[in-house]
């Protein structure tokens, strides 16, 4: 099967027949529970714990608390660059003197059963000193608010100033300025997290089953905080029910499940529930912006200034400040604007902790700079498609340098056309084509938004690539799998070239004990970054087998070929050996080596194996997307019907098709629970009030439109291989503002529908006075 084969996923009928393994699935001897004991309150002074009693009841293993960490293990450091230092805003694996989020893991408890756990739960005594709790970024930087850390409430107070932004606005002919707020959600993936820990304490060898996403960068941060080997532990990845960036931190948890195997020298298994889930996975989101656009009388944008307020939480985890980082770096979207201002505040509060979640930080600035272009629009009387026609970013000014940098990586758009892709947008979905603006008393409106995503980030991916004595192939890679499909595609790179058929290539990726390093699985990297690595491992292993071949055979390399898994003499009928044949020959000590002519210029004697690795590109790769929707809204309750929507993007190249539809039909799932349904809310008081299923909405069947697509491979990025660009986080980022967009339009009006979600009330309260 080639590269761009429309292939069904290999790797689910495992799953169809009920045959996945998930961490919850494992089992060992002897094996024990773990329950993390959390803060009931937000804001907190712990003056004493006391777990005497709970470790009298039947079943109780050990209660650990801060005091049985060792005294000079610091914070969980953050893995990826920020702005400016955030080292006193860490997170402790367990709080010492002071709790900051209603959830914050203040001891763990191991008993013979999850039960037993509970119940000794109820025995821990804690003397809490409560403290006021701040749930506002803005209350958070008054001056007389309650200091959340001795360092202060405002971690980050940062930006960028390009061009000349005073002068653009002082001469501008048209100006906007629109506040806009972006909600409190996160992913909620179908199987929550798990850890399964077991030590070995006479070989010193720790194994930790559950971690996922970046297990290599997690074991080195686990060996560290241990003081082990890197070398004596092994992450290993089950399989995964989705992630969507929730993931990919290291957690508490994935400290304190291992500290407690190795202590206890029996294997400790963890597994979160769903309410543990609400209030202990990181948030996301939670941002507001100010956004001033100007422009020139011929409807040029001059100039964009922004203010922008994100609500970190009560710590600073692993993902630092990235995606208030990635808004920033990345608000001027696919526009020739040279004038940009931005100042960014990160602010602690009392709440759970923010990290990535699908499209981190792009699903917010789109939102607000779409919406803002849509009202600078209306203000010039200028059509919307036209406004953003004449401000797209051409082809000849590729690559085009935002000036601007995020995790500190310049943001450089390195390819495209996105004028010739917008226009076969609009194209497609016949945006000029009229419509009935109104039926049985509801009304209709369309709405659209361009942007563009950035995939394929990060320093390096890693793959090792095997032939064994039959002619099976092994894939190991560095990266890791919770759904994505990484199985089927990254063995159709391997199918085009070796030509060996998908169902005997086999794909091991998310453990590192195949591969000495890795760079794992985030920020749309897999297919860009493994992709190329397994692209160059796929070559190695083509031409060491021809090479091989060849000093076999005494037949020059030019008259051989590989095919159907042999390899070929040109005009021959008959294969001269199986790749199986070569990975004998290849094979350490076997005697073939001792016959000439087999022992001249045979590549080297370690197998038919090649390892391959390869440095990520500054400022990865970006593709551009356009979404279209049709809504029809009801003026009279707000309630708002998606009737039909559409993704439009330029990716470079395919690797398979019915991955790439599903991978944008998903995300435009995940963009309408944002949109609409999905947000955690918190009393005054610093607690979680959507906690579960019952008040955290989230979309179904019932709520997803006909979705539509038309996916371009126009422009290859040169900075890989194969021409490919990540597509994974195209279906999200750009929902709430074509949705948004398309609401207005139906009411005729753009006052209001700035803050998400857009419920019933929200929507009602912009409906015209006149239209109701």
Known sequence: MTIGARIPRVEDARFLRGEGRYVADLAMPFMVE???????????????????????????????????????????????????????????????????????????????????????????????????????????????????????????????????VEEALKSAAYTVQESFSVQRHTAMPMETRGLLASYDRGRNLLEVHGATKVVHTNRNMLAGMLGMSEQDIRLVEPDVGGSFGARGEFYPEDFLIPFAAKRLCKPVRWIEDRVEHFGAINHSRDSDFVVTVAADENGIITAFDVKLVTDMGGYIRTHGDVVPSHAAACFPGPYKVRNYRINT??????KTPTGTYRAPGMFEANFARERAIDRLADKMGLERAELRRRNLIPAEMMPWHVGTESVKRPTIFDSGDYPAVFEKALAGYGWDAPFEREENGWLRGRGLCAFVEPSGLGA???VRLEVDQRGNVTIFSGSSNQ????????????????????????VRHGDTGIITFGGGTYASRT??????????????????????ASAKFNIPVEELELREGAV??????????????????????????????????????????????????PGGTWAFAVHIADVLVDPRTGETKVEKYFVACDVGR?????????????????????????????????????????DYMMPNVYNMPPVSTLVLEDVKPEGNV???????EIGPSGVAAAIGNAIADALKSNTGLNILPFTPERVLSAVPTVTR
């Open 460 to 462: 390096f991916e890693g």
């Open 654 to 694: 395919q690797l398979n098709p019915l991955i790439v539809e599903g991978q944008l039909i998903g995300g435009v799932a995940q963009g309408l629970g944002g949109t609409f349904l999905e947000e955690l809310t918190y009393s005054e008081d610093g607690q979680l009030t959507t906690g579960t299923f019952a």
């Open 34 to 164: 773990a329950y993390v004991l959390r803060s009931p309150y937000p804001h907190a002074i712990i003056r004493s714990i006391d777990a005497s009693e709970a470790l009298k009841l039947e079943g109780v293993e050990a209660v650990f608390t801060a005091a049985d960490v060792p005294a000079d293990l610091g914070p969980i450091v953050c893995r990826i660059p920020t702005h400016g230092d955030l080292s006193p805003y860490l997170q402790h694996p367990l709080a010492q003197d002071r709790v900051r989020y209603v959830g914050e893991p203040i001891a763990v408890i191991v008993a013979k059963s999850r039960a037993i756990c509970e119940d000794a739960a109820e025995l821990v005594e804690i003397d809490f000193d409560p403290l006021p709790a701040i749930t506002s970024p803005y209350r958070a930087i008054e001056p007389n608010a309650e200091p959340i850390h001795e360092a202060g409430n405002l971690a980050g107070d940062w930006g960028f100033d390009l061009g000349n």
């Open 568 to 617: 070929w003499q040109a005009g021959k009928n008959e294969p001269l050996i199986t790749l199986g044949g070569i990975a004998r020959i290849l094979m350490p000590g076997n005697p073939e080596f001792l016959k000439p002519p087999s022992d001249k210029n045979i590549p080297d004697h370690d197998g038919l194996v090649v390892t391959s690795y390869i440095r990520g590109v």
């Open 527 to 548: 297919a860009v970054l493994c992709g190329e690595a397994l692209y160059n491992a796929s070559h190695g292993i083509r031409d060491k087998a021809l090479k091989t």
């Open 483 to 506: 759904g994505q499909g990484h199985e089927t595609v990254l063995a159709q790179i391997v199918s085009s070239i070796i030509d060996v058929p998908v169902e005997k290539i086999a």
């Open 345 to 350: 505040k990160t602010v602690m509060t009392n």
């Open 722 to 728: 194969l021409g490919v660009k990540g597509v994974g």
